[in-house]
Protein backbone atom coordinates (compact mmCIF):
# COMPACT_ATOMS: atom_id res chain seq x y z
CA UNK A 1 0.00 0.00 0.00
CA UNK A 2 1.43 3.80 -1.25
CA UNK A 3 2.51 5.28 2.18
CA UNK A 4 -0.38 8.08 3.06
CA UNK A 5 0.70 11.09 5.33
CA UNK A 6 -0.54 11.86 8.47
CA UNK A 7 -4.07 13.52 8.47
CA UNK A 8 -5.20 14.31 11.88
CA UNK A 9 -8.93 14.51 10.48
CA UNK A 10 -8.59 11.08 8.14
CA UNK A 11 -12.31 9.35 9.14
CA UNK A 12 -13.98 12.65 10.46
CA UNK A 13 -16.76 14.61 8.85
CA UNK A 14 -15.39 17.01 6.14
CA UNK A 15 -17.39 19.51 8.14
CA UNK A 16 -15.43 19.13 11.04
CA UNK A 17 -12.19 19.58 9.20
CA UNK A 18 -13.21 23.18 7.76
CA UNK A 19 -14.46 24.43 11.09
CA UNK A 20 -11.25 23.43 12.43
CA UNK A 21 -9.00 25.24 9.78
CA UNK A 22 -11.68 28.52 10.40
CA UNK A 23 -10.58 28.27 13.87
CA UNK A 24 -7.00 28.90 13.63
CA UNK A 25 -5.31 26.26 11.81
CA UNK A 26 -4.14 27.63 8.64
CA UNK A 27 -3.22 25.57 5.32
CA UNK A 28 0.44 25.93 5.75
CA UNK A 29 0.44 24.59 9.37
CA UNK A 30 -1.62 21.67 8.06
CA UNK A 31 0.65 21.27 5.54
CA UNK A 32 3.63 21.31 7.58
CA UNK A 33 1.98 18.45 9.96
CA UNK A 34 1.14 16.25 6.56
CA UNK A 35 5.17 16.44 5.66
CA UNK A 36 6.72 15.67 9.24
CA UNK A 37 7.05 12.10 8.96
CA UNK A 38 8.35 12.45 5.49
CA UNK A 39 11.10 14.63 6.77
CA UNK A 40 11.75 13.29 10.52
CA UNK A 41 12.60 9.80 7.95
CA UNK A 42 14.50 11.92 5.57
CA UNK A 43 16.59 13.44 8.76
CA UNK A 44 17.20 9.49 10.06
CA UNK A 45 18.87 7.92 6.56
CA UNK A 46 20.71 11.09 5.94
CA UNK A 47 22.27 10.39 9.87
CA UNK A 48 22.67 6.93 9.53
CA UNK A 49 24.75 7.78 6.08
CA UNK A 50 27.03 10.25 7.94
CA UNK A 51 27.69 8.22 10.80
CA UNK A 52 28.58 4.67 9.07
CA UNK A 53 31.63 3.04 10.38
CA UNK A 54 31.75 -0.40 8.63
CA UNK A 55 35.36 -1.22 8.83
CA UNK A 56 34.30 -4.09 6.30
CA UNK A 57 34.20 -1.36 3.49
CA UNK A 58 37.44 0.40 4.56
CA UNK A 59 39.63 -2.42 4.86
CA UNK A 60 42.76 0.18 5.28
CA UNK A 61 46.66 -1.08 5.24
CA UNK A 62 49.28 -0.25 7.67
CA UNK A 63 50.47 1.52 4.57
CA UNK A 64 47.53 3.25 3.45
CA UNK A 65 46.21 0.94 0.61
CA UNK A 66 43.19 -1.06 0.53
CA UNK A 67 43.39 -4.87 0.88
CA UNK A 68 42.15 -7.15 -1.52
CA UNK A 69 37.91 -7.29 -0.12
CA UNK A 70 37.44 -10.26 -2.19
CA UNK A 71 39.85 -11.65 -1.09
CA UNK A 72 39.96 -10.53 2.43
CA UNK A 73 35.96 -10.95 2.71
CA UNK A 74 35.65 -14.67 1.46
CA UNK A 75 38.29 -15.88 4.23
CA UNK A 76 36.06 -13.95 6.91
CA UNK A 77 33.52 -15.96 6.21
CA UNK A 78 35.21 -19.03 8.24
CA UNK A 79 35.93 -16.69 10.80
CA UNK A 80 32.56 -17.76 12.85
CA UNK A 81 33.35 -21.62 12.48
CA UNK A 82 36.78 -21.60 12.76
CA UNK A 83 37.26 -23.79 16.29
CA UNK A 84 38.97 -21.48 18.90
CA UNK A 85 39.67 -24.34 20.87
CA UNK A 86 40.60 -28.27 21.61
CA UNK A 87 38.58 -30.59 18.69
CA UNK A 88 36.65 -32.12 21.48
CA UNK A 89 34.51 -29.42 20.79
CA UNK A 90 31.14 -30.46 19.72
CA UNK A 91 31.38 -30.27 15.95
CA UNK A 92 28.45 -28.57 14.08
CA UNK A 93 28.61 -31.30 11.42
CA UNK A 94 28.68 -34.66 11.74
CA UNK A 95 31.93 -36.57 11.51
CA UNK A 96 32.68 -39.56 9.03
CA UNK A 97 32.34 -42.91 9.82
CA UNK A 98 35.73 -44.90 10.22
CA UNK A 99 35.43 -48.35 8.43
CA UNK A 100 38.60 -49.55 10.83
CA UNK A 101 40.83 -49.73 8.10
CA UNK A 102 44.72 -49.78 9.88
CA UNK A 103 46.71 -46.69 9.74
CA UNK A 104 49.53 -46.31 7.36
CA UNK A 105 53.05 -47.08 9.32
CA UNK A 106 54.78 -43.58 9.00
CA UNK A 107 58.06 -42.11 9.28
CA UNK A 108 56.89 -38.92 10.65
CA UNK A 109 57.80 -37.90 14.21
CA UNK A 110 54.08 -35.93 13.85
CA UNK A 111 51.05 -35.82 12.19
CA UNK A 112 47.58 -35.42 12.41
CA UNK A 113 44.34 -35.60 9.95
CA UNK A 114 41.76 -33.62 10.10
CA UNK A 115 37.96 -33.15 7.89
CA UNK A 116 37.24 -30.09 6.83
CA UNK A 117 33.48 -30.37 7.48
CA UNK A 118 33.38 -31.23 10.78
CA UNK A 119 36.75 -30.49 12.03
CA UNK A 120 36.70 -34.03 13.64
CA UNK A 121 40.40 -35.35 14.15
CA UNK A 122 40.62 -38.60 11.90
CA UNK A 123 44.11 -39.31 12.70
CA UNK A 124 46.59 -38.15 15.16
CA UNK A 125 50.69 -38.67 16.29
CA UNK A 126 51.21 -35.98 18.77
CA UNK A 127 49.30 -33.45 16.47
CA UNK A 128 49.37 -30.86 19.90
CA UNK A 129 52.76 -30.85 20.61
CA UNK A 130 54.61 -27.68 19.39
CA UNK A 131 57.67 -28.29 17.35
CA UNK A 132 59.62 -26.53 14.75
CA UNK A 133 57.63 -25.56 11.60
CA UNK A 134 60.40 -24.52 9.28
CA UNK A 135 59.06 -22.99 5.17
CA UNK A 136 55.25 -24.11 6.19
CA UNK A 137 55.62 -21.08 8.44
CA UNK A 138 55.23 -18.95 5.35
CA UNK A 139 51.68 -19.88 5.29
CA UNK A 140 51.26 -17.17 7.69
CA UNK A 141 53.61 -14.69 6.21
CA UNK A 142 51.05 -15.03 3.03
CA UNK A 143 48.04 -14.77 4.45
CA UNK A 144 49.31 -11.74 6.38
CA UNK A 145 50.07 -10.32 3.25
CA UNK A 146 46.68 -10.89 1.94
CA UNK A 147 44.98 -9.20 4.74
CA UNK A 148 47.46 -6.17 4.48
CA UNK A 149 48.13 -5.43 0.97
CA UNK A 150 46.77 -5.18 -2.56
CA UNK A 151 48.02 -8.25 -4.88
CA UNK A 152 49.00 -5.22 -7.72
CA UNK A 153 50.96 -2.99 -6.06
CA UNK A 154 54.29 -2.66 -6.64
CA UNK A 155 57.17 -3.70 -4.18
CA UNK A 156 60.79 -2.48 -4.34
CA UNK A 157 63.18 -5.52 -2.87
CA UNK A 158 65.66 -4.59 -0.68
CA UNK A 159 67.48 -7.80 -0.29
CA UNK A 160 69.32 -9.66 -2.16
CA UNK A 161 68.99 -13.25 -3.18
CA UNK A 162 72.80 -14.48 -3.03
CA UNK A 163 73.04 -12.56 0.67
CA UNK A 164 70.53 -15.18 1.61
CA UNK A 165 71.74 -18.28 0.07
CA UNK A 166 75.16 -17.77 1.42
CA UNK A 167 73.50 -17.84 4.94
CA UNK A 168 72.43 -21.25 4.78
CA UNK A 169 68.67 -23.19 4.37
CA UNK A 170 67.40 -20.44 2.01
CA UNK A 171 65.54 -20.92 -0.55
CA UNK A 172 64.85 -17.81 -3.03
CA UNK A 173 63.14 -16.56 -6.34
CA UNK A 174 66.16 -14.68 -7.42
CA UNK A 175 64.97 -11.15 -6.10
CA UNK A 176 68.11 -8.58 -6.44
CA UNK A 177 68.19 -5.59 -4.76
CA UNK A 178 65.78 -3.17 -6.67
CA UNK A 179 63.86 -5.23 -8.40
CA UNK A 180 60.23 -4.13 -8.71
CA UNK A 181 57.56 -6.54 -8.56
CA UNK A 182 53.81 -6.95 -7.66
CA UNK A 183 52.90 -8.35 -4.03
CA UNK A 184 51.23 -10.88 -6.07
CA UNK A 185 54.28 -11.84 -7.92
CA UNK A 186 56.15 -11.64 -4.37
CA UNK A 187 53.33 -14.28 -3.07
CA UNK A 188 53.64 -16.81 -6.06
CA UNK A 189 57.96 -16.69 -4.80
CA UNK A 190 56.98 -17.24 -1.62
CA UNK A 191 54.49 -20.27 -1.54
CA UNK A 192 55.70 -21.89 -4.59
CA UNK A 193 59.50 -21.98 -4.22
CA UNK A 194 59.60 -21.34 -0.42
CA UNK A 195 61.23 -17.63 -1.30
CA UNK A 196 62.89 -16.26 2.14
CA UNK A 197 63.81 -13.78 0.02
CA UNK A 198 59.67 -13.20 -1.50
CA UNK A 199 59.13 -13.34 3.01
CA UNK A 200 61.39 -10.42 3.92
CA UNK A 201 60.24 -8.33 1.54
CA UNK A 202 56.86 -9.24 2.15
CA UNK A 203 57.58 -8.52 5.93
CA UNK A 204 59.85 -4.93 5.16
CA UNK A 205 57.12 -3.54 2.67
CA UNK A 206 53.95 -4.62 5.08
CA UNK A 207 55.44 -3.59 8.88
CA UNK A 208 58.43 -2.16 8.19
CA UNK A 209 60.32 -4.56 10.35
CA UNK A 210 60.11 -8.50 10.51
CA UNK A 211 59.55 -8.37 14.12
CA UNK A 212 56.94 -5.62 13.48
CA UNK A 213 55.41 -8.42 10.81
CA UNK A 214 55.99 -11.30 13.20
CA UNK A 215 53.84 -9.83 15.55
CA UNK A 216 51.47 -9.52 12.77
CA UNK A 217 51.91 -13.34 11.93
CA UNK A 218 51.30 -14.28 16.05
CA UNK A 219 47.86 -11.87 16.16
CA UNK A 220 46.46 -13.82 13.16
CA UNK A 221 47.96 -17.09 15.70
CA UNK A 222 45.53 -15.36 18.18
CA UNK A 223 42.38 -15.11 16.10
CA UNK A 224 42.77 -18.53 14.89
CA UNK A 225 42.87 -20.14 18.39
CA UNK A 226 46.38 -21.59 17.71
CA UNK A 227 47.39 -21.85 20.83
CA UNK A 228 50.56 -23.91 20.62
CA UNK A 229 51.54 -21.75 17.91
CA UNK A 230 54.22 -18.67 18.22
CA UNK A 231 56.06 -17.11 15.19
CA UNK A 232 59.64 -15.29 15.39
CA UNK A 233 60.97 -15.71 11.75
CA UNK A 234 58.62 -14.35 8.92
CA UNK A 235 60.47 -17.20 6.62
CA UNK A 236 60.03 -19.97 8.85
CA UNK A 237 64.28 -20.59 9.82
CA UNK A 238 64.43 -21.98 13.42
CA UNK A 239 64.72 -19.38 15.36
CA UNK A 240 64.07 -19.97 19.90
CA UNK A 241 60.49 -19.89 20.21
CA UNK A 242 59.53 -20.25 17.06
CA UNK A 243 57.41 -22.94 16.81
CA UNK A 244 53.24 -24.29 15.91
CA UNK A 245 51.68 -27.79 15.91
CA UNK A 246 50.36 -30.23 13.59
CA UNK A 247 46.78 -28.80 14.85
CA UNK A 248 47.83 -25.16 15.10
CA UNK A 249 48.74 -25.85 10.85
CA UNK A 250 45.35 -27.07 9.88
CA UNK A 251 43.79 -24.18 11.54
CA UNK A 252 46.16 -22.12 9.38
CA UNK A 253 45.93 -24.12 6.44
CA UNK A 254 42.19 -24.15 6.37
CA UNK A 255 41.95 -20.61 7.01
CA UNK A 256 44.52 -19.60 3.78
CA UNK A 257 42.69 -21.87 1.23
CA UNK A 258 39.23 -19.57 2.06
CA UNK A 259 41.48 -16.65 0.00
CA UNK A 260 40.38 -17.35 -3.83
CA UNK A 261 44.13 -15.86 -4.62
CA UNK A 262 46.04 -17.79 -2.44
CA UNK A 263 44.28 -21.34 -3.28
CA UNK A 264 45.14 -20.36 -6.79
CA UNK A 265 48.58 -20.08 -6.32
CA UNK A 266 49.11 -22.96 -4.26
CA UNK A 267 47.77 -25.43 -6.74
CA UNK A 268 49.85 -24.09 -9.77
CA UNK A 269 52.61 -26.40 -10.26
CA UNK A 270 55.01 -23.74 -12.06
CA UNK A 271 54.87 -20.26 -13.01
CA UNK A 272 56.94 -16.99 -14.36
CA UNK A 273 56.83 -14.14 -12.28
CA UNK A 274 57.47 -10.84 -13.68
CA UNK A 275 59.64 -8.12 -12.50
CA UNK A 276 61.35 -4.78 -13.50
CA UNK A 277 65.52 -4.50 -12.90
CA UNK A 278 67.64 -1.79 -13.99
CA UNK A 279 64.36 -0.37 -16.29
CA UNK A 280 63.93 -3.79 -17.97
CA UNK A 281 61.83 -6.98 -17.37
CA UNK A 282 63.03 -9.95 -16.09
CA UNK A 283 61.46 -13.56 -15.29
CA UNK A 284 61.83 -15.35 -12.31
CA UNK A 285 60.92 -19.01 -13.37
CA UNK A 286 59.02 -20.82 -10.25
CA UNK A 287 58.51 -24.54 -9.40
CA UNK A 288 56.02 -25.81 -7.06
CA UNK A 289 57.80 -27.71 -4.04
CA UNK A 290 54.18 -29.85 -3.64
CA UNK A 291 55.66 -33.11 -3.84
CA UNK A 292 52.14 -34.22 -4.41
CA UNK A 293 50.53 -31.35 -6.65
CA UNK A 294 48.67 -32.70 -9.63
CA UNK A 295 50.38 -36.58 -9.10
CA UNK A 296 48.18 -37.93 -6.14
CA UNK A 297 44.42 -37.35 -7.16
CA UNK A 298 42.80 -34.73 -5.20
CA UNK A 299 45.63 -32.56 -3.48
CA UNK A 300 45.58 -28.91 -4.56
CA UNK A 301 47.62 -27.13 -1.81
CA UNK A 302 49.48 -26.10 0.36
CA UNK A 303 52.89 -25.51 1.75
CA UNK A 304 56.26 -27.71 2.57
CA UNK A 305 59.10 -26.55 5.28
CA UNK A 306 62.19 -28.28 5.76
CA UNK A 307 65.07 -27.16 7.64
CA UNK A 308 68.53 -29.33 10.07
CA UNK A 309 66.27 -28.50 13.01
CA UNK A 310 62.60 -29.20 11.98
CA UNK A 311 63.13 -32.02 9.15
CA UNK A 312 60.28 -32.41 6.43
CA UNK A 313 57.36 -30.96 7.34
CA UNK A 314 54.41 -30.70 5.16
CA UNK A 315 50.82 -28.91 5.27
CA UNK A 316 48.93 -30.15 2.62
CA UNK A 317 44.72 -30.64 1.80
CA UNK A 318 42.57 -33.08 -0.79
CA UNK A 319 39.22 -33.41 -1.93
CA UNK A 320 37.77 -36.72 -3.36
CA UNK A 321 33.86 -36.78 -4.10
CA UNK A 322 32.97 -33.79 -2.56
CA UNK A 323 34.88 -34.11 1.03
CA UNK A 324 37.73 -32.02 1.75
CA UNK A 325 40.78 -33.30 4.46
CA UNK A 326 43.69 -31.02 5.76
CA UNK A 327 46.84 -32.83 6.78
CA UNK A 328 50.31 -31.97 8.41
CA UNK A 329 53.00 -33.76 8.31
CA UNK A 330 56.55 -32.57 11.18
CA UNK A 331 59.97 -33.76 10.87
CA UNK A 332 59.07 -36.26 8.15
CA UNK A 333 61.92 -38.54 6.70
CA UNK A 334 59.85 -40.13 3.92
CA UNK A 335 57.39 -36.84 3.11
CA UNK A 336 56.02 -37.62 0.22
CA UNK A 337 55.50 -40.98 0.54
CA UNK A 338 53.64 -40.26 4.32
CA UNK A 339 50.73 -37.74 3.21
CA UNK A 340 50.28 -39.92 -0.20
CA UNK A 341 49.61 -43.02 2.63
CA UNK A 342 47.30 -40.77 4.77
CA UNK A 343 45.65 -39.39 2.04
CA UNK A 344 44.44 -42.80 0.54
CA UNK A 345 43.90 -43.71 4.02
CA UNK A 346 41.80 -41.18 4.83
CA UNK A 347 39.36 -42.32 1.93
CA UNK A 348 39.33 -45.08 1.77
CA UNK A 349 39.06 -45.37 5.50
CA UNK A 350 36.15 -43.42 6.16
CA UNK A 351 32.58 -43.00 5.18
CA UNK A 352 31.29 -39.24 5.49
CA UNK A 353 27.15 -38.45 6.08
CA UNK A 354 24.74 -38.92 3.46
CA UNK A 355 27.26 -40.82 1.44
CA UNK A 356 25.90 -44.63 0.92
CA UNK A 357 29.66 -46.30 0.62
CA UNK A 358 33.38 -44.52 0.93
CA UNK A 359 34.65 -42.70 -2.02
CA UNK A 360 36.22 -45.17 -4.76
CA UNK A 361 39.41 -45.11 -4.41
CA UNK A 362 41.97 -43.51 -6.24
CA UNK A 363 45.64 -44.41 -5.34
CA UNK A 364 48.41 -42.80 -6.82
CA UNK A 365 50.87 -44.31 -9.08
CA UNK A 366 53.86 -45.76 -8.05
CA UNK A 367 56.88 -43.09 -6.79
CA UNK A 368 58.79 -43.27 -10.34
CA UNK A 369 60.78 -39.69 -11.10
CA UNK A 370 57.97 -37.67 -9.11
CA UNK A 371 56.93 -36.96 -5.47
CA UNK A 372 60.77 -36.46 -4.48
CA UNK A 373 61.72 -35.38 -1.02
CA UNK A 374 64.85 -33.55 -2.61
CA UNK A 375 63.17 -30.46 -2.28
CA UNK A 376 61.97 -27.98 0.43
Known sequence: MAYQPYDPFRGRNPRSRS?????GLPVPTLALIA????????????????????????????????????????????T??????????????????????PVPELSAAAAIVVDDASMAVLYDLD?????????????ATAVVAMEHGRLDEVVTSDVHYWDLAVEGDSTTMGLETGDQVTLRELLYGLLLVSGNDAARVIAHHVSGTEEAFAAEMNDLAAR?????????????????????SPWDLVLLSRYLMRFPDLREIVGTEEYTAHGIRDGQEV???????????????????????????????????????GHRVYIVLMDSA???????????????????????????????????GAGSDAIE
Open 35 to 78: LAPLLLVALIVAWRSLGSDDPASAEVTSSGAAADSSNVDAARQL
Open 19 to 23: VATRR
Open 334 to 368: LRAQDSIALVDWAFANHVWPGDLEPPSPTPAPPLI
Open 80 to 101: ASTPTSTPESTPTVEAPTSLGL
Open 224 to 244: LGMKDTHFVTVDGLSAPGHVS
Open 283 to 321: GYDLYNHNPLLNYTPGVDGIKTGFTEEAGRTFALTAERD
Open 127 to 139: GFTPRAPASVTKM
